[in-house]
Structures are given as C-alpha cells and as structure tokens.
C-alpha cells in the first residue's frame, strides 16, 4: 500500500505502490481537494517521492547539446525538452516505469476521478523540462492530443527539481481562469513538489514572467501526461497549443483606439448607445 506517514490510517486504494509514493493525507482527501480546486481541478503535493530518487533525476539530466534536447524558442515560449526517451538514465527509467504502472494510474483515477488511463511510454512532448534564466512559457491551454497515437491528453503531472528556489527567481506555475484572463493560482517550483492538472479546453496556465534565477541555474521539471482513448464529453478537434486572448488584447487596443480615433464624434455617441450593460 501506499506509505502514509499518519499512524493507523489507510488510503482507500486497491493497488500496492510500495514505498515510492509518501503521502501525509488519505486519498480521499487529495481527491476532493483536486475536484474542489479553482480555476480548474489541480493538486500539489508536496514530498511525494524520494529525495534520494530524485536527486539521482536530477544527476542524470543530459548534457545541453542537441542530440538530447529540442530548442522551443519562438514568441511565446523559451525552454528546452527532452528530444527522446531513450535519453533516460536508470533514475529516470525506474520512475518513468512507475508513474505509468498500473498501480499509480489507479492512484491517479482514485483521485481525478478519471478512469481508464493511459501513459505514455514515448514520452511525447514530456520527460526533462528546463527553462534558463530569460525563458518564459506564455500562458495556454495544452494539446489536446498525443501527436502520434491521437489519444486524448487529460492530465498532466510536473515533479519540480529546483533546490534551493527562491521565490525572486520567478518560474511559478500560474493557472488562469477558464476565460484566459486572469492568474488565479501561482504554483512555487519547489524541489520535490508535484503538480497534478487536468488538461481541457479551460485549462489555461503557464509560466508567463521571465525567470530570473542566476545565470547557472534554470527551472527544471520533469512532465508526464496522462490521456484516454475517448471521453463522454464527445470528439474534439485536435489542436496544439493555444494562447491566452490576454496576449492578444493589446493589439484589441489598439484597434480600438484606432477606431475611436477616426470615427465621427456622433456617430460614436449613438453606438454607445448600444453597448450591453457591464455584467459584474
């Protein structure tokens, strides 16, 4: 069973995890904080897995060349991920096997209340993620599928690898409201600190300030996603990743400006005229 480090209580989970997972609350109780959350459901925990396993994570990190890493360097995003799989040292083998064991997808479905799990075993779009000083990761809703097998992404899981963070660092993990308009949460990349979210067309989040660690560190994290192969919500159309409207509201502005600028003085009286009362 799971290892809980409150005496004489016992999760309510039907698969034996052994002594790779802690946990300091029933699972229960992580299940309703996940489906209570705002703005959508999401879960940290902290002290999750073994330092020791991680610090060996964080030891086999591959060298920065391009043979192990793709370079995501374009307007709304700076960071680099792991090119493959088979780049995992034995740390990160065992851990990959374990989170995509049956036990832990139970784990997960006990607390999401998503059912019928499926990993990744390829490790696509996921795996190492590091961030150096300058990078960013504007705020948006994931792909919706993985690119090869079209499953369905439903959860994402970050298990933070940063020692010592400090908050001036910058790297919190924000979630937005559903709408895209405003930070909500903001999640602090602590060392062995896992974040757990669902991944749907309301889930916005990113890490949108620019980190500011010094020059020798960056954020690191490393990312699994979960899918299904359908949901009873129906099909949707696949997509990559898609931009909070925030990102674009300033060129809105500016159109609008532009507009009021040229627009007869009447003629904007009467428009207003129309305009449907603010809801707040």
Known sequence: MIQLE???????????????????????????????????????????FSSALLDQLIDEIPPMTD??????????????????????????????????????????????????????????????????????????????????????????????????????????????KPEGTKCEVAIEPLFNRTAIFEVSERSYHGVPATIKAPFARSRNSFIVYYHTASTDEGKVAPHTSIYAPAHYQQNQRTVRKLVKDLMPPVLLRRLRKFRPPEVR
């Open 6 to 48: 409150e005496a004489g209580k016992v999760p309510n989970v039907m698969s034996p995890l052994g002594d790779t997972v802690t946990l300091t609350e029933r699972v229960e109780s992580l299940a309703l904080r996940y489906r209570d959350a705002k703005p959508f459901p999401y879960l940290t925990i902290d002290n999750m």
């Open 67 to 176: 043979a192990h890493w793709v370079h995501h360097d374009h307007e709304h995003e700076e960071k680099y991920g792991q090119r493959s799989a088979l780049d995992l040292g034995q740390a990160g083998f065992r851990l990959t096997t374990f989170l995509h064991s049956a036990a832990f997808l139970y784990f997960l479905s006990e607390v999401t209340g998503i059912w019928r799990l499926l990993p990744d075993p390829y490790l696509q779009g996921s795996g190492y993620s590091l961030m150096p000083t300058g990078s960013k990761f504007d705020v948006h809703i994931d792909r919706n599928t993985a690119y090869e097998t079209g499953l369905l992404r439903r959860i994402a899981l970050i298990i933070y690898l940063n020692k010592d963070w400090q908050h001036e660092y910058g790297g919190q993990l924000e979630l937005w």
